[in-house]
């Protein structure tokens, strides 16, 4: 009896990418093809994740301590990790709380081992993209309402239709509480020698969808939230990628992580009703 071939897996492709074992051959294929094509990528994608990281400690250290890492992935083994980060700069008086979300079976599964003897974290399997049901999940509504959540969606938007991705985030704004942030991060389409077309096609043999978008695009996403937009950079370099951090409008002081040299803040010129 032969048995049946294992689908590619986009969170183990990206462990492995990160640095990580593989658990499949056909998720190694993949990885080879897409550093074939595009040598750039895989610095990249660790960049993205390491500054990430950096904004969790930068945000844990200015207060934050409910942290939903959406579009998780595999826990990196040997590495820092966002829970880790959390507790470990938190300047608040309430304990940090992770809760990791991740539709990748094999991210949850993983996780979940990994987070065995922790109490400040917990592994979530769940589409992301229905918000309500996210929300609702019993793991998240042992998070404080009456606080703020950061809403982390770091190498993630770029991965799903443009779609989904625009109404995730819009939904996001309507639902969180006031004085929260998302923070996500994207690949903007770009020429030589960081081509994204290639990468776009590498990842399109496995059967895994990869939009690249303008940052005029991701930019609208923002609606009516203040918005510190850095890049389209990250520390390899010129890459074709921007991070961006937004938060609820309000008063209060909204203050740009230092290590993002060339942020911009945009602020909406009018405060329409809807967050
Ligand atoms: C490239 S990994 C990013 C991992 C991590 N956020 C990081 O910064 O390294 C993208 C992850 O998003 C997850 N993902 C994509 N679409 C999703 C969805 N609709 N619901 C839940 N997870 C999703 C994939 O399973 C994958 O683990």
């Not at 770091?154 to 779609?163: E, F, I, N, R, T």
């Amino acid at each position: 009896m032969t048995r049946p071939v294992p689908p590619v897996s986009p969170a183990r492709v990206h462990a492995e990418l990160l640095g990580g074992d593989s658990a499949s051959p056909l998720d190694s294929a993949v990885v080879r093809r897409v550093t074939e094509l595009a040598p750039w990528w895989p610095a990249a994608a660790w960049e993205l994740h390491r500054d990430g990281l950096r904004l969790v400690a930068h945000l844990a250290a200015q207060g934050l301590d409910q942290f939903l890492d959406l579009g998780s992935g595999l826990p990196s083994p040997g590495r820092r990790q966002v829970h880790g980060l959390a507790t470990a700069y938190s300047t608040s008086r309430h304990a940090a709380r992770t809760v990791y979300v991740d539709r990748d079976p094999h991210a949850h599964v993983g996780r979940r081992i990994s987070l065995a003897d922790r109490t400040d974290a917990i592994s979530v399997h769940a589409d992301i993209t229905d918000t309500e049901a996210l929300l609702e999940h019993p793991a998240v509504q042992e998070l404080d309402p009456q606080r703020p959540f950061v809403v982390l969606l770091h190498d993630v938007l770029h991965w799903m239709p443009g779609k989904a991705a625009a109404h995730l985030v819009a939904d996001l704004r309507r639902r969180l509480p006031p004085g929260s942030l998302i923070s996500f991060t994207h690949l903007l389409p770009a020429p030589p020698p960081y081509a994204t077309t290639p990468l776009v096609r590498a990842y399109c043999e496995a059967g895994i969808g990869l939009s690249p978008r303008d940052l005029s695009v991701i930019s609208a996403w923002s609606g009516s939230w203040p918005t510190y937009t850095n890049g389209p950079h990250t520390g390899a370099g010129l890459v074709p990628v921007c991070a961006s951090l937004l938060r609820t409008p309000g008063p209060g002081p909204f203050s740009r992580p230092a290590f993002w040299s060339s942020s911009r803040c945009q602020v909406p010129r009018s405060t329409p009703s809807t967050r």
